[in-house]
């Protein structure tokens, strides 16, 4: 009995030693011990029941979409991940049904519909060329106008087809030219659409005689030359051929310097010859067309206060744009004014019976009918 009260006095005695030895405030463990999870204040609903399956409903905006708040975005990159799918359960597969629309093709492959059309070019057979800037195609037509080739695939651009065609001519053997501005090249075709070459080859741009910094045009003259206009390098190159290939004969104007006398250019584009084979250039930052003949040099001359599309009959009479109007003017430089069409012309042609054909830019045709005027 004595043995036990003994036992009892110094359990009360250690837990007042403990009780006084505590810093203030602070209970015994089990007045610490919680129950989890802890009980939720009045105005917090409890959660919902967790979802039966891995798939998530999300609100849709009114069109029909899924908007991209629906879905989670975590991390430092999130404006940048991706979406989780949630199609289905794990381990459930797919397989392929169907596509929409063509591979590759932006739109129908249609030669009734044009893109930009820019440059014109009437050949001896009265065909007529044309270009387009954002089709980047080249089309030929003949003299009722039905289609007779289309080269590249519209609204391609890419190196393997064009980026930004604005010219188009033939040569003495009837190969077809066009100049790709955005490639800062020329490509030759022959006359069913088979690819020759490409000049220059390593798609480069440059300021030597074997590459230039965006063309802006091409014509040929009655002699075997051939004529590039050389855009932002300011100045035309001039090329004869070898087996095929062009050969450098001469530069007309000053490489890399702009200016608006008569031994510079400022930003030239379409070109045209006549039966003299004197060379026109648009020149067309100065706002002007400049024509040039050989005499031991290329010396250029101003012919006419215009700035877009040109082009020459067999009687030496060239054709000019200017401000939504083509103009006439006798090989003297004496002008009239022949269409006022009201909107944007990017060239100008003329076939052999003086019918005249303009290719509207900005409304995305060329006129067979409308902008095609029988001589008086």
Not at 99 to 125: I, K, S
């Amino acid at each position: 009995m004595k043995a036990r009260s003994f036992v009892l006095f110094v359990f009360v005695v250690a837990f007042a030693l403990l009780t006084t030895l505590m810093p203030s405030g602070t209970q015994p463990a089990a007045a610490q011990r919680t129950t989890y999870p802890p009980p939720r204040p009045p105005h917090h609903p409890p959660p919902p029941p967790p979802p039966a399956s891995t798939t998530r409903t999300v609100g849709r905006d009114s069109d029909g979409s899924i908007p991209p708040s629906a879905f989670p975005q975590t991390g430092t990159n999130a404006s940048r991940s991706r979406p989780r799918s949630g199609l289905g359960q794990p381990g459930l597969s797919f397989r392929y049904v169907q596509t929409f629309g063509v591979t590759g093709e932006p739109y129908p492959q249609d030669a009734n519909h044009l893109n930009y059309p820019t440059g014109l070019f009437v050949d001896n057979n009265n065909n007529v060329y044309v270009v387009e800037d954002c089709g980047n195609r080249m089309l030929r037509y003949d003299s009722a106008g039905a289609n007779t080739l289309a080269v590249k695939t519209a609204g391609v651009c890419g190196f393997w087809g064009y980026c930004g065609l604005v010219d188009v001519a033939t040569d003495g053997s009837g190969n077809t030219w066009v100049a790709d501005y955005g490639h800062s090249r020329i490509i030759q075709y022959d006359s069913s659409g088979t690819l020759l070459q490409t000049f220059p080859t390593d798609g480069a741009q440059g300021t030597d005689n074997t590459h230039f910094r965006n063309v802006g045009g091409i014509a040929f003259d009655g002699i075997g030359r051939m004529f590039v206009s050389d855009t932002s390098n300011h100045r035309i190159q001039v090329y004869t051929f070898s087996g095929g290939v062009p050969v450098y004969s001469a530069t007309i104007g000053v490489t890399g310097v702009s200016g608006n006398d008569n031994s510079h250019f400022n930003m030239p584009g379409h070109l045209a010859v006549d039966s003299s084979n004197r060379l026109y250039v648009v020149d067309s930052a100065n706002l002007r067309i400049q024509r040039c003949s050989f005499s031991g040099t290329w010396t250029c001359s101003l012919f006419a206060r215009v700035s877009n599309g040109i082009a020459v009959d067999g009687s030496n009479n060239v054709y000019v744009l200017a401000s939504g109007t083509v103009g006439k003017c006798d090989p003297s430089g004496n002008c009239v004014l022949l269409i006022n069409a009201g909107t944007t012309l990017s060239d100008v042609a003329v076939d052999s019976a003086g019918n005249i054909y303009v290719s509207e830019y900005t409304n995305r045709t060329l006129k067979f009918h409308i902008r095609r005027t029988q001589p008086s």
